[in-house]
């Protein structure tokens, strides 16, 4: 079935950058555009950003355009998400998912999310 | 940029049927997928492009889409169905990802 896990959570202050990865196993990694989406404490889902199959093109919300940059080697089947210039709004649990298929596609797969935690 | 509007919450009974609305502008024209989310869990797909049930998901679950709503409709509540839903659809023209604020399903 294909299976997600995300790590590098933690506690980091306002200001500082992050990078999170996500190692994906049981299905074709290179073959499927992933996305990250977070969720603050008590809130819903937001979405962060998408990178194609083939690492060649990003989309991102626009709040995290320009801080946030998504990407992924697809010979270590992981995806990472570089945060810079962290915000205390940024804190959620992050997780990452594989669409269906195509962009507009479900996602079939989410990994159990790494909590990250911007406090001074 | 695209809206999608959830009632923040619906409850109904035990054995009855609920119904979870998401809005938005010509939503019938996208293809909208349901996520049902547990507290401390990952979302799981419970229905997608509208009206399609993946495998394992009762069929108590169904969907459908047009105008500018799309439903979810889960008959036959069980208590087990307690949880958050989402609404999801792909914004072509911004190539963005869009979330409805989400409906918690409580039952009574």
């Known amino acids: 079935q294909g299976q997600l896990v995300a790590s590098g959570g933690g506690v980091v202050q306002p200001g500082r950058s992050l990078r999170l990865s996500c190692a994906a196993s049981?299905?074709?990694?290179?073959?499927?555009?992933m996305h990250w989406v977070r969720q603050s404490p008590g809130k819903g889902l937001e979405w962060v950003a998408l990178?194609?199959?083939?690492?060649?093109?990003?989309y991102y919300a626009d709040s995290m355009k320009g801080r946030f940059t998504i990407s992924r080697d697809n010979s270590r089947t992981t995806l990472f998400l570089q945060m810079n210039s962290l915000r205390v709004e940024d804190t959620a649990v992050y997780f990452c998912?594989?669409?269906?298929?195509?962009?507009?596609?479900?996602?079939?797969?989410w990994g159990p999310g790494t909590m990250v935690i911007v406090s001074s | 940029s695209y809206v999608l509007t959830q009632p923040p919450s619906v409850s109904v009974a035990p054995g009855k049927t609920a119904r979870i609305t998401c809005g938005g502008s010509?939503?019938?024209?996208?293809?909208v997928h349901w996520y049902q989310q547990k507290p401390g869990q990952a979302p799981v797909v419970v229905i997608y492009y509208d009206t399609d049930r993946p495998s394992g998901i009762p069929e108590r679950f169904s969907g459908s889409n047009s105008g500018n709503t799309a439903t979810l409709t889960i008959s036959w509540v069980e208590a087990g169905d307690e949880a958050d839903y989402y609404c999801h659809v792909w914004d072509s023209s911004r190539d963005h990802v869009i979330f409805g604020g989400g409906t918690r399903l409580t039952v009574l």
């Open positions: 998912a594989k669409v269906h298929s195509g962009y507009a596609d479900p996602f079939d797969i």
């Open positions: 990178v194609s199959f083939e690492g060649s093109k990003t």
């Open positions: 010509d939503i019938g024209s996208k293809s």
């Open positions: 049981g299905f074709t990694f290179s073959s499927y555009a």
